[in-house]
């Protein structure tokens, strides 16, 4: 299994400020994935992550409002941009299993409130 | 449509009882199927997959698949009151991207 862990935990945002979301990962992975997670509500995936190369974003997400950083293998931010009450939401960064199992590991989550 | 398909409940059963969770899923492509469980506040966390039609058993857990009616359902026997939770169907195409449902949540009543 891998670790996970997400900074920070929670905070409480002003409207049209940015926040950064920090996901670290105890192994060398190859794809990193963001979701969210409105209140009440199911996953949705924002983007694939791969190292080297650009973020793949699902439909409805934009790199402009959740850009992404994936420097290395372990390491991985998304950003939310010019913030709205509407992003409030947790955020999960996940990976896949090691050793070719198809499960998805998640973080902690950060959840973040936007006033 | 939506792709995965759940009854977001309450589902409420009584201790001991047998709770019956069900998934619908709209691509046939699909190849692999989970089951998380998400306590409040908590991350999901896996409880049982299956790839292959048929009944796979884990301890408590029962999942079930038939591919032909896009049917995936999850069985809890004798459920426990730290079984409620909130039950998320996934399923995976040949790609590398889960789709999740919305949800069903569970409670267990003591």
């Known amino acids: 299994s891998a670790v996970i862990s997400q900074k920070p935990s929670r905070d409480i945002c002003q409207r049209g400020t940015s926040l950064t979301i920090q996901c670290q990962v105890d192994?060398?992975?190859?794809?990193m994935f963001w979701y969210r997670q409105q209140p009440g509500q199911s996953l949705t995936l924002i983007a694939t992550?791969?190292?080297?190369?650009?973020?793949?974003?699902e439909s409805g997400f934009v790199i402009d409002k959740f850009p992404i950083s994936r420097p290395n293998l372990t390491f991985s931010t998304l950003t939310v941009s010019n913030m709205s009450p509407e992003d409030s939401s947790i955020y999960l960064c996940?990976?896949?299993?090691?050793?070719?199992?198809?499960?998805?590991?998640f973080g902690p989550g950060t959840r973040l409130t936007v006033l | 449509q939506k792709e995965v398909e759940q009854n977001s409940g309450p589902l409420s059963v009584p201790e001991g009882a047998i709770a019956s969770l069900n998934c619908t899923y709209s691509d046939r492509g699909s190849q692999s199927f989970f089951w998380y469980r998400q306590y409040s506040g908590k991350s999901p966390e896996l409880i049982m997959f299956i790839y292959s039609n048929g009944d796979k058993e884990d301890g408590r857990f029962t999942a079930q698949l038939n591919k032909a009616s896009q049917y995936v359902s999850l069985l809890i026997r004798d459920s426990q009151p730290s079984d409620s939770a909130t039950y998320l169907c996934?399923?995976?195409?040949?790609?590398?991207?889960?789709?999740f449902g919305a949800g069903t949540r569970l409670f267990v009543k003591a």
């Open positions: 996934a399923v995976k195409t040949g790609g590398f991207k889960t789709i």
């Open positions: 192994s060398q992975v190859t794809m």
């Open positions: 992550a791969n190292q080297g190369s650009e973020a793949t974003y």
């Open positions: 996940s990976v896949d299993g090691m050793g070719g199992s198809n499960e998805q590991f």
